[in-house]
């Protein structure tokens, strides 16, 4: 008879373990559902109150102010617009980029920030379109400076509200320019004087850098790959 009586505990806490397994499992679930929008409310406990609701909700708040940290903390600019392209919010590299204060940076429309001669309506648009954009923006700060961004901008993050990424690339821009001058010159320079140079690299490194009067000189059509030992045959048979 005791026998009897330990099996019927062990069967009754088994029961009652598969069960509270079943309600913490349904439980997850509807807090899910509720933290991605499924759900919009739940039943009420005992004494009214919605406990999976504010569980729900105090997990989209944890969320909202991890991705609050990520955007104020950016090294590169970020926007939020509305479907007209007015900011709405812009976190703190973002106002030191277009050198406006966070207050009057807000409302702003991206045909206020542009460089005369950049037609933003027809890049909005197609923005709007394909949902996504990449490309470069002219900026004109407020002291008149001016100043080349590139920018990645995702359309309805949430409904209505797109995301811009800006990065500031005027220096390297301006470098870019600088060497594109400089190797000008120097190809100028050397067709003139008819020098070449080269660039030779270790054994196993990269392929050799010529410069075009050395191609003319040694008769190999410019823009050829050159690598150590053909550069050495080169200089053999020469």
């Given at each position: ?85 007015r900011s709405v919010d812009a976190n703190p590299a973002a106002c030191k ?117 050395t191609y003319r000189i040694a008769g190999v059509p ?17």
């Amino acid at each position: 008879m005791q026998g009897d009586i330990v099996v019927n505990d062990d069967l009754d806490l088994r029961h009652r373990n598969e069960e509270l397994e079943r309600r913490l499992s349904v439980a997850e679930q509807m807090v899910l559902a509720l933290a991605s929008g499924q759900l919009d409310s739940v039943a009420a406990g005992e004494g009214g109150t919605p406990l999976l609701l504010r569980v729900a909700q105090a997990k989209l708040r944890e969320r909202e102010q991890i991705l609050r940290a990520i955007f104020d903390s950016a090294l590169d600019a970020m926007l939020l617009c509305d479907d007209r392209g007015r900011s709405v919010d812009a976190n703190p590299a973002a106002c030191k980029l277009f050198g406006l204060a966070y207050h009057s940076l807000l409302g702003r429309s991206i045909a206020e920030l542009a460089a005369p001669g950049y037609a933003p309506a027809v890049e909005w648009n197609a923005f709007l379109a394909q949902g996504s954009l990449r490309g470069d923006f002219p900026l004109l700060r407020p002291d008149g400076e001016r100043r080349e961004l590139e920018f990645s901008a995702v359309a309805n993050v949430i409904p209505g509200l797109h995301l811009s990424v800006l990065r500031d690339v005027t220096e390297r821009k301006q470098a870019d320019e600088e060497l594109r001058k400089s190797q000008y010159f120097l190809e100028a320079a050397q067709q003139v004087a008819q020098v070449g140079g080269w660039v030779v690299p270790l054994v196993d490194g990269p392929p050799c850098y010529w410069t075009q009067e050395t191609y003319r000189i040694a008769g190999v059509p410019n823009g050829s790959p050159v690598t150590f030992q053909s550069f050495l045959d080169l200089v053999q048979a020469g």
